[in-house]
């Protein structure tokens, strides 16, 4: 069974990475957000994995956190929905907005995805509601290398005070991540206001993931 791979994307389909571990190459299905946030330069990688295994096919369904996946196999707990509306969920809703969708009542977010219904996605927000949700409780370990990767990819501002840009990086990161931008500002503030000092942006990262997850 694979959990995780680490490597380089060699090329990205319509659905799918081709992720190149040491020579070997594995397509991975994933979200949109996923193939537009993984690098594509020979930069490794790292992608948390979800596998599928059939009685004709093995299947890798790839995210770049541990609460996305853990929503992945969350949303198929109920009747009717399989890899595919899963999938299709977490490419219009992140994890954050899929829960305020299912404490708030609100089938919104799933109707959205192609392939739900309006019979599925109230049976989706009746059935999760009763279930614990998904809390990404090992995220932060495996989360903060590709937040560090979405960090190098933002342009940094000479002119902007330094806590300012820490600040602006690492809810850049977060959102690459998957998770909602309001979300990321609230929970990057709040960890900046509770340090003494002005955080280095990995310990930044590293405190926002174990919050934004709770």
């Known amino acids: 069974m694979i959990g995780k791979l680490t490597g380089q994307v060699d090329s990205v389909g319509e659905d799918w990475l081709l992720v190149d571990v040491n020579g070997v190459g594995y397509v991975v299905h994933c979200t949109l957000q996923t193939r537009t ?26 995210f770049l956190s541990t609460l996305e996946r853990e929503w992945f196999t969350h949303l198929q ?25 299912v404490t708030g009542g609100d089938k919104g977010p799933f109707s959205r995805a192609t392939g739900v219904g309006p019979k599925l996605a109230s049976r989706l927000v009746a059935e ?27 342009g940094k501002s ?17 959102v690459n991540l998957g998770y909602n931008e309001s979300r990321a500002r609230d929970v990057v503030a709040a960890v900046q206001r509770g340090s003494e000092n002005d955080p280095p942006i990995d310990e930044l990262l590293k405190k926002a993931l174990v919050e934004i997850a709770r």
Do not use: C, W, Y
């Open 37 to 62: 946030s993984v690098p594509t330069d020979g930069r490794p990688t790292s992608l948390f994995i979800e596998t599928h295994v059939r009685e004709d096919s093995i299947k890798l369904f790839g």
């Open 77 to 101: 707990s109920v009747q009717g929905v399989g890899a595919r509306v899963a999938l299709a969920i977490l490419e219009v809703s992140s994890p954050a907005e899929l829960e305020l969708a």
């Open 128 to 154: 999760l509601s009763d279930k614990p949700l998904p809390r990404g409780i090992f995220a932060p370990v495996g989360d903060i290398a590709n937040a560090k990767g979405q960090v190098a990819a933002v």
């Open 158 to 174: 000479d002119d902007a005070p330094n806590d300012l840009i820490v600040r602006r990086d690492a809810i850049s990161a977060l």
